[in-house]
């Protein structure tokens, strides 16, 4: 496994970008101003990506988090998680990710170490141009998850 810091061309990557987030006009909104990490295998291909943005002192949202679909249930997804807890660590406080009220997608960052925080009434239908669906039912509310970085251990759930 490699991580990697992707600094410029991050678009390259839109359609890695576009399983996280389908809108295209969304993700131009954090894309430029967030760090954009890559996740290698061995073989060098890219298997995930996350961006994350410096929402105020001390708190980051990870905004954008994708693991291609050919690796997903395979442990990168969580590498992923514990590489960029660990990362933030010493430089905030929390980490917030917002996520559909997907209960697959809940449950992975609950075991990832992150507990329910608040919701946003009717996000993704107020900011998404079409109606978007997920585990066959329709998105309405972002709900968010919050991890304290100086608690978290994320070797806790790093695959072995």
Request: proline letters at 1%; hydrophobic letters at 40%.
């Amino acid at each position: 496994m490699q991580f990697e810091r992707l600094e410029t061309c991050k678009k390259q990557y839109i359609d890695l970008l576009l399983l996280a987030d389908e809108q295209e006009s969304m993700v131009d909104r954090y894309l430029e101003r967030g760090e954009m990490f890559l996740l290698k295998n061995d073989a060098s291909e890219v298997v995930a990506e996350a961006v994350i943005t410096k929402e105020a002192d001390g708190v980051f949202e990870i905004k954008n988090f994708a693991v291609k679909p050919k690796y997903q249930r395979q442990g990168y997804g969580r590498q992923m998680i514990a590489f960029l807890l660990n990362h933030y660590r010493g430089q905030g406080h929390t980490m917030m990710v917002g996520t559909g009220e997907s209960a697959k997608t809940m449950a992975f960052y609950q075991a990832c170490g992150f507990s329910f925080s608040h919701r946003v009434k009717d996000f993704f239908l107020e900011n998404y141009d079409h109606p978007i669906f997920e585990e066959g039912k329709l998105l309405k509310d972002m709900v968010y998850f919050k991890c304290d970085l100086r608690n978290n251990s994320s070797a806790n759930f790093e695959r072995t």
